[in-house]
């Protein structure tokens, strides 16, 4: 099949869209607790809101896929992620928060859901691999940027004399002691303009492979009895709040403990966290190539726990760079996990691979925990629940049976066994 480039610079561009709109929670944090008066519990019910959408959409989008196609999915994703950036812009209190997250997690899951396929199809198979490293880092800078770009438009239009321009305009927009809302107003805009795009771009017909199909309902239910399904599904709910739970709370943790202003030297953390978890992934490319994957999951989270620790316990000079240590270690836990799952089932890999996509709902579940914890402990002894999840994910070096390791340049292939 003829390659498409333009649609694949379009499947670029929704990477960075996803990745802008999702990962910019967390330095919102301290300026949603202070402006609606939220506890941590309730303000941990925000990124629940986004992340449980997930587990909502994932597999029944993978269902409507076949029949609707991918540019009526992609389409209605952005009027759902709009819907949902506009409901918080006019009505900016805490229930439409809530909705409003909700229905951005809802566009972005179906979004996620339609451009792997797409990617494939678009790009050719031979490319496939090199176009899904290529997402990755545009997905990592765009995590980079969105706290940056939420901490210029916060302190323009907090500065006196600032508000000029698109300033000037949001200004007369936002309600003056929420000016982060003016975030929300940006999505909007986003989101119009890719719809308008998606709608005038013209699509390949896309033919699913078999591993890319969602299956019928009765298929997860076989797949949920076989006890490595769900270790495996346990492992990426570990993984999303893990990397959520940090995220989310660096900058809340950074003005709890050492008086740090958000909206600058939390955003910047933030930001230096997702953008060391794109360096890292690189450097985890590399490693895969010289030795087991699930010795490079050991040494990564063992790592990333260290750096965690040193976060949570040490100087504010060590947690500004313990902090984004974390994500330059956690970066290549998410492939590792579901390129052994996936590795370690016979059949059924479409289905399944919905269901480890599902386990993005531990976005919700464990930065939520780590708020209510913090409510009643404190959030550093909150933030301490999350050496539970990232203990789980070092145990999968231990356990894990994958039927073919990943290839190394031995260039041996050979059966799997632990490492232990």
Same mark, same amino acid.
């Given at each position: 099949?003829?390659?498409?480039y333009?649609?694949?610079?379009l499947?670029m561009?929704?990477?960075?869209?996803?990745?802008?709109?999702?990962?910019?929670?967390?330095?919102?944090?301290?300026?949603?607790?202070k402006?609606?008066?939220?506890?941590?519990?309730?303000?941990?019910?925000?990124?629940?809101?986004?992340?449980?959408?997930?587990?909502?959409?994932?597999?029944?989008?993978g269902m409507?896929?076949?029949?609707?196609?991918?540019?009526?999915?992609?389409?209605a994703?952005?009027?759902?992620?709009?819907?949902?950036?506009?409901i918080?812009?006019?009505?900016?209190?805490?229930?439409?928060?809530?909705?409003?997250?909700?229905?951005?997690?809802?566009?972005?899951?179906?979004l996620?859901?339609v451009?792997?396929?797409?990617l494939r199809?678009?790009?050719?198979?031979e490319?496939?691999?090199?176009?899904?490293?290529?997402?990755q880092?545009?997905?990592?800078?765009?995590?980079?940027?969105?706290p940056?770009?939420?901490?210029k438009?916060?302190?323009?239009?907090?500065?006196?004399?600032?508000?000029?321009?698109?300033?000037?305009?949001?200004?007369?927009l936002?309600?003056t002691?929420?000016?982060?809302?003016?975030?929300?107003?940006?999505?909007?805009?986003?989101?119009?303009?890719?719809?308008?795009?998606?709608?005038?771009?013209?699509f390949p017909?896309?033919?699913?492979?078999?591993?890319?199909?969602?299956?019928?309902?009765e298929?997860?239910?076989?797949l949920?009895?076989q006890?490595?399904?769900?270790?495996?599904?346990?492992?990426?709910?570990?993984?999303?709040?893990?990397e959520?739970?940090?995220?989310?709370?660096?900058?809340?943790?950074?003005?709890?403990?050492?008086?740090?202003?958000?909206q600058?030297?939390?955003?910047?953390?933030?930001?230096?966290?997702w953008?060391l978890?794109?360096?890292?992934?690189?450097?985890g490319?590399?490693?895969?190539?010289?030795?087991?994957?699930? =010795?490079?999951?050991?040494?990564f989270?063992?790592? %990333? !726990?260290?750096? $965690?620790?040193? &976060?949570?316990? /040490?100087?504010?000079?060590?947690?500004?760079?313990?902090f984004?240590l974390?994500?330059?270690?956690?970066?290549?836990?998410y492939?590792?996990?579901?390129?052994?799952?996936?590795?370690?089932?016979?059949?059924?890999?479409?289905?399944?691979?919905g =269901?480890?996509?599902?386990?993005?709902?531990g976005? %919700? !579940?464990?930065? $939520?925990?780590? &708020?209510?914890? /913090?409510?009643?402990l404190g959030?550093?002894?909150g933030m301490?629940?999350l050496f539970?999840?990232?203990?789980?994910?070092?145990?999968i070096g231990?356990?894990?049976?994958?039927?073919v390791?990943?290839?190394t340049?031995?260039?041996?292939?050979?059966?799997?066994?632990?490492f232990?």
């Open positions: 099949m003829k390659k498409n333009y649609i694949v610079a499947i561009l929704t990477f960075f869209v996803i990745s802008f709109m999702t990962n910019v929670t967390g330095p919102l944090i301290p300026d949603m607790i402006g609606f008066n939220l506890s941590l519990t309730l303000v941990s019910l925000l990124p629940f809101a986004f992340f449980i959408a997930y587990g909502a959409v994932s597999i029944p989008t409507l896929l076949e029949k609707f196609k991918e540019k009526k999915i992609m389409a994703s952005f009027v759902v992620a709009l819907i949902g950036s506009m918080l812009a006019l009505f900016p209190n805490y229930l439409s928060a809530v909705g409003s997250l909700f229905f951005i997690g809802c566009g972005m899951a179906m996620q859901v451009i792997n396929p797409l199809t678009a790009g050719g198979e490319n496939y691999a090199f176009y899904s490293v290529l997402a880092l545009i997905f990592g800078l765009a995590s980079f940027l969105s940056l770009v939420y901490s438009l916060v302190l323009n239009l907090t500065q006196p004399g600032q508000q000029k321009g698109v300033f000037g305009v949001l200004s007369n936002v309600p002691e929420l000016p982060w809302i003016s975030l929300y107003f940006l999505f909007v805009v986003i989101c119009f303009i890719m719809f308008f795009v998606i709608i005038l771009s013209k017909k896309v033919e699913l492979n078999n591993d890319e199909k969602a299956g019928l309902w298929t997860h239910l076989k949920f009895k006890r490595t399904v769900i270790l495996f599904f346990i492992a990426m709910v570990c993984y999303v709040g893990t959520q739970g940090v995220a989310n709370w660096i900058s809340q943790f950074l003005f709890t403990y050492h008086k740090q202003d958000p600058k030297v939390g955003a910047e953390t933030v930001a230096y966290f953008g978890m794109t360096a890292g992934g690189i450097l490319l590399l490693l895969l190539k010289l030795m087991d994957s699930r =010795i490079v999951l050991a040494i989270t063992g790592l %990333a !726990i260290v750096s $965690l620790a040193a &976060g949570l316990f /040490g100087s504010l000079e060590t947690a500004l760079i313990a984004p974390v994500g330059f270690f956690a970066s290549v836990l492939p590792i996990i579901f390129s052994l799952a996936l590795n370690s089932v016979t059949e059924h890999h479409g289905s399944f691979a =269901i480890i996509v599902t386990g993005i709902i976005g %919700a !579940i464990l930065p $939520l925990i780590v &708020g209510w914890l /913090g409510d009643q959030l550093r002894i301490c629940f539970l999840s990232l203990g789980y994910i070092f145990s231990f356990w894990a049976k994958p039927l390791t990943n290839k340049i031995s260039l041996f292939k050979k059966k799997a066994e632990p232990n």
